[in-house]
């Protein structure tokens, strides 16, 4: 079983920017998408970005778009969420997973994956 770990969190101040890494603990075969999730206290886990093998397709929640960028080396299966102008709400723990076959993002935001990250701390203050 493929463990992912995410690393990159920590404390920041409003707008500055954090970049978000996932790596795996052991090769991942096949063609896969990846995706970062995140849960605030008190909500529920919220699928934030997901992109695909060829990186054709992705998704990005409306609540970071235009801020939040993904990417992934396919080479070392890692990935990436490059976060700017974070902002107060953006206060969460950070989850990568994998969604190993066809992309979906009905799937994912059904919290649908086959490995998962045990997470990071972001927390923006003012």
């Known amino acids: 079983q493929v463990q992912l770990v995410e690393s990159g969190g920590g404390l920041v101040q409003a707008g500055e920017s954090l970049r978000l890494s996932c790596a795996p603990s052991g090769r991942i075969f096949g063609f896969y998408t990846m995706a970062w999730f995140r849960q605030a206290p008190g909500k529920e886990r919220e699928l934030v970005a997901a992109l695909n093998w060829s990186g054709a397709s992705s998704y990005y929640a409306d609540s970071v778009k235009g801020r939040f960028s993904m990417s992934r080396d396919n080479a070392k299966d890692m990935s990436y969420l490059q976060m700017n102008s974070l902002r107060l709400e953006d206060t969460a723990v950070y989850y990568c997973?994998?969604?190993?076959?066809?992309?979906?993002?009905?799937?994912?935001?059904?919290?649908?994956?086959?490995?998962w990250g045990q997470g990071t701390q972001v927390t923006v203050s003012s």
């Open positions: 997973a994998v969604q190993r076959g066809a992309y979906s993002v009905a799937s994912l935001r059904a919290l649908k994956a086959d490995y």
